[in-house]
C-alpha cells in the first residue's frame, strides 16, 4: 500500500474518533474542555467569489472545530480553515492553527523518536509528496446557493448558482484526498489511547526539514508573479510623481483576493451572526456552510466531499446554536438547516469582542508571517495583528516599510534588496538636483523652503536621545529628508510639522534613503495624514462632525449651539495635522501611527481616535456649556495627560459599533469604502441613507434612501440610530442620525 493511501485512511480514522462521533462531541460541548478538537474535515473547499483569471476554481484545505473557553462568555467554538498549501510544506504557524497549544490532543501527545536530523535528498521528497497531491478535476461543479440575513441583497455573482455535484470521499473522488493531515494518525499497538494525527510523523520531520516548498498551483503561482511585477511597477511610478490612489488599491485588491484562497480562514463561531447548511445530495452529506458574521460579511465553505452532516450534529448540540425555520421550506424536507448564535452575554459595547487576543508583533511572530522567500504571505492577517497588539519597537525599522507601501507585501528578501538600491540611487539624484541649483533657484529655495526648515529641525524631538545634543548629525539628516522632499514634491513642498512626522520615521528606520521614502508613502497617504491644502483638511473635519452627530449628539448639539466657530473643530486641527505626536508621549502615539498605517476594517481610524478622545476627556465641555475658545483651552491642557491605551481601546470600540449598523448616512459612505473583504468573500456594504443635501445632482449618488429604512434588531448594548431634526441648517430639512439606547 502506498505511504499517500495510508495517510489517507489514517486520517479517515482519526477523524472517526476525533469528530465523527456525536456522543463524544455532545460530551466535549457539554463538559467544555478547553481546546479540543470536536470535529475535522479534510478537503474542504473554497472558491472566488468572482471568477479570477488564472486561478483554478477549487481551493481545498482543512477544517477543523475546537472548543475554547471564554471567562467573560463561557464555551465557544473556533473553526480554523487552513489551506492545503500552507499544510503541505509543513507551514508551522499553520499546524498551531489545525490544533491549538492549549489542546489536549497536543498536551497527551504519545512521545515518539526522532531521526536523525537529515535533508533527504530533492528526489526523496518529490516521491514522498507524489501521494499526497491534489488533483482537482475541471468537473461542472459550480457555487452553491448562498444564504444572507434579512434585509441584505447577495451580490450578482453569488445569486441563482446551483449546488455543486455530489462527490463520494474516498480513493476515486474528483477531487483526491490530500495530506493535510500528513502526520502519523494510527493506533498505538502498546496503548488503548488515541495517537494524535498532529503529533510529526518522521516523514513529515524530514519534510519540514526540506527546502522544498508547495505554496500555489503553477497556475497560480503565475498569478502571483504577475502580480509581483505589477506591484514593483507600481512602486516604480514614485519616480514619476506616483500613481492614483484608486489604481493603487485596485491592485492591492488582486493580491487580497489571493489572501481569501490561500489565507488562514479563523474565526470565533460565538461572535457570528448565523451558520447556513445547504445540503447538495439527498443523504444530506454534501453541500455548503456559510458563515456570516455580526457585519453580515459571509464566507462559503464547500463540502464536496460529505461531512456536512456530522457539523450538524455538532451545532444542535451546541446550546448557543438555536436552530431556525427558514422562509418557503417544506417543513419535511432538508435542503438547508439554519442556527441563529444565541449568547447568554453579547461582548460588552466598551470593548472590541477582539481585543486582549492578539499580542504585539515580536521577532518570532514577525518571522510566522514570512514565508522561506521573505514574502509576507497574509497580509490581512498582519496587518489585524498590528491593529490590535501593535509592534515591538526592535522591529518597527524593518516593518514600517511595508506599511508605508515602501516595501511590497509580495516582495520577496532579494527583490526588496534589488528596490533599496534602486531607490538609493534616486535619492541621491534628488539630493544632486537640490545641490546643483542655479544661485536664483538656490535663493527662492532658501526663503520658501529652507529658512523654515532650518527653524524647525533644531527644535523637533530635541528630548529624543537619537537627537538630543549639539552638532548632532541625525538633526544634519534629518534636515537633509526634508529639503530633499521639498525638491522631489515641489507642489507640496514643505509645512512645518512635517519635521515631527520624519524624525520618528528616522528614529525606528536609522537610515537616511529608506525614512525618506516611506516618508513619501505618509505623505502620499493623505487619508492619514492631512496635507495642508483646505479641501483635504475639510473632508476629514466633515467626516468627524458626521461621526459625532452620529456617535456623540450631545457634544454635536454643543458644537452647533456655538455656531459656525464650534463646527470649525479648531480644537483637533493639530491632533489630525500631526497624528496625535503632540497629544501622547511617543510610546502612545506611535501605537496609534501603526493602527491607522494597518488600514484594519476602515482607511480613517485616525477619526475615531478623535472620537475617542472627546468620549473619554469630552465630558466636561458639554456639562460646563464651554465656548469656543474654552474648548480649545481645555483640549490643550490635556496634551500629554491622556491614557493612550485607554483611546486606542475606546476607538477600537467605536468602529466596531459602527460596523454594526444596518444602516449609515451616505455622508459617511466612502469611510470604509477602500477596505478589502479581509479573510470573508463579501465587504462590510451597510445600507445607505441618504442626508438630502447633494446640491450638484438631482437624486443621492451613492444610492442612499430618502425615507428612513426598516429598522433592524442591534446586538444587545449597541446603540441604534434614530431620526431626528438638524437644528444645524437653518431653511433646510435634514435628517441626522443621534444614539439611543435599547432596554
Known sequence: MSLGRLLRRASSKASDLLTFNPGAAGAALRSGLDGEIIYSKNNVCVH??????????????????????DESLGTTL??????????????????????????????????????????????QVEEQY????????????SQGLVAYEAG?????????KQPPATGEEGDEGSCELSDEVSRDSTMGSDSDTFSSPFCLSPVSEALCESSSSVFLDSDSRELSEELMHHSVSSASSLESNGQSQGARWEEQQKVLALEQLCGVFRV????????????????????????????????ILHFHHAGLDKLAEIFQQWKCCRETQLKDQVSDEKSCMQFS????????????????????????TWLRHLNQNGQVEEEYKLRKAIFFGGIDPSIRGEVWPFLL??????????EREAWRLQKRTHYHDVQQRRLSMSPEEHSDFWRKVQFTVDKDVVRTDRSNQFFRGENNPNVEIMRRILLNYAVFNPHMGYCQGMSDLVAPLLTEIQDESDTFWCFVGLMEN?????????????????????????????????????????????????????????????????????????????????????????????????????????????????????????VLRKARSLLYQFRLLPRIPCSLHDLCKLCGPGMWDSRYIPAVECSGEHPDSQSCPYGGTSTPLPSSPAPSGTPSPSRTPDPSRSGKSRNVFTFRKQS
Open 78 to 123: 473556533i473553526l480554523t480553515w487552513v489551506p492545503n498549501s500552507r499544510i503541505q510544506r509543513q507551514d508551522e504557524e499553520a499546524l498551531r492553527y489545525i490544533t491549538p497549544e492549549n489542546s489536549p490532543v497536543r498536551r497527551n501527545a504519545r512521545r515518539r523518536g526522532r531521526r536523525p536530523h537529515s535533508r533527504p535528498p530533492a528526489a
Open 526 to 646: 493623505t487619508i492619514f495624514i492631512s496635507s495642508p491644502r483646505d479641501e483635504d483638511m475639510e473632508r476629514q473635519l466633515m467626516y468627524l462632525r458626521e461621526l459625532l452627530r452620529l456617535m456623540l449628539p450631545d457634544f454635536h448639539q454643543h458644537l452647533t449651539a456655538l455656531g459656525e466657530d464650534g463646527l470649525q473643530l479648531l480644537f483637533c486641527h493639530r491632533w489630525i495635522l500631526l497624528c496625535f505626536k503632540r497629544e501622547f508621549p511617543d510610546t502612545d502615539a506611535l501605537r496609534m501611527w501603526e493602527a491607522c498605517w494597518a488600514h484594519y476594517q476602515t482607511d480613517y481610524f485616525h477619526l475615531f481616535l478623535c472620537v475617542a478622545i472627546i468620549v473619554l476627556y469630552g465630558e466636561d465641555v458639554t456639562d460646563q456649556q464651554l465656548a469656543t475658545d474654552q474648548m480649545l483651552l481645555h483640549f490643550s491642557n490635556l496634551s500629554m495627560h491622556m491614557n493612550g491605551e485607554l
Open 152 to 160: 441584505a441583497d447577495p451580490p450578482a455573482s453569488a445569486q441563482h
Open 341 to 364: 448564535i444565541q449568547r447568554s452575554t453579547l461582548p460588552s459595547a466598551e470593548s472590541h469582542p477582539e481585543e486582549k487576543l492578539y499580542r504585539k508583533l515580536d521577532v518570532t
Open 405 to 414: 507601501h515602501y516595501y511590497s507585501y509580495d516582495s520577496s528578501s532579494q
Open 268 to 299: 470565533d463561531l460565538g461572535h457570528m451572526r448565523s451558520l447556513r447548511l445547504f445540503f447538495s445530495d439527498e443523504a444530506c452529506t454534501s453541500g455548503q456552510l456559510v458563515i456570516a458574521s455580526r457585519e453580515s460579511q459571509y464566507k
Open 130 to 141: 507524489e501521494d499526497r497531491n491534489i488533483t482537482c478535476s475541471s468537473s461542472t461543479e
Open 48 to 69: 472566488p467569489a468572482e471568477p479570477l483569471p488564472g486561478m483554478a476554481e477549487h481551493h481545498p484545505g482543512y477544517l477543523c472545530v475546537h472548543v475554547e473557553k
